[in-house]
């Protein structure tokens, strides 16, 4: 039986708020009437109670780093660059936080954790994409995204998906309801929206035994077509994560993970790359960059 798809579909912020009013105690001061020879205490006056200021919202999450940073000299976080002080992602089968951060200004300062400086630059172009991430945590002023580049290369460095903090006042927020189901066991791959599951094909090629498909979380890094023969005009999808076996390919100090077209394209054939038909690899590049996709084993 093919493992289940992560076991999330959908997930609800709870957001808990409460007042309190307090009645202000009033004296009321009374006449006392006589009435049939009775003494009746009755009020001169009444007053209505006077609530209290609700109180503000206490600050919670992790506070906000308003530090200015000499970015000049910091590792670029993109494809390219080992950056040993970023940590891989510790919860590779998390679900999506629906948000997706790409920077605000031209260059923004990736920390490996909140409080301390900065490790790596993020710039907000880049040739081969990696601007636009997924964010997979919110805490506060902060927001933990995922990385591409390398914490180090196989075989003695971790080749993992990489994660960073930013400050959330460095990056535009958007809102993002879809992400890519990829089972390699059930050979399916599954485009998920809050409206929308569709499975684009229920058949490719994927990572040999040697150059396995790296399993996890990962995203959609840039898209475009190259001159390769084997894609025939198709364009390839670059993900952000790339092989746990090799340091590079095909002359390249490289070896990013990609869906893309190819004429064989069933079983466990490929350098990690997944081939795909003309219709699937056309569909999924329709997607927008930086969606989540979730590999499966």
Known sequence: MPPASPSWRRWTPLIVAAAVLVGAAVAVPVIIAVRDGA?????????????????SPTPTGLAADVAVYDLAGLPTADVFTIIPALPVDDD????PTGLLATPATAAIPVFAQPGGAPVAVLPADL????????????DGAWVRVLISGRQGTPPGGNPAQLTGWLRAADVA???NDTHVEVSLSARTITIVSADLTETVTTDFG????????????????????MPYAYTRGHPLIYLGVQSPTLAGFDGADTAVTAFHYHDTRSGAISNGCIRLDAAAIDRLAQLPVGIPVYIVG
Do not use: N
């Open 173 to 175: 927020l958007t809102e």
């Open 39 to 55: 003494e009746v205490a009755t009020p001169a006056f009444s007053r209505s109670p006077v609530p209290s200021p609700t109180p």
């Open 206 to 225: 994927s990572g040999a035994e040697g150059t396995p498909t790296p399993v996890g979380r990962t995203f959609i890094m840039h898209a475009e077509v």
């Open 92 to 95: 590779p089968f998390g679900a």
């Open 127 to 138: 040739r081969w994409g990696g601007s636009t991430l997924p964010v997979v945590a919110r």
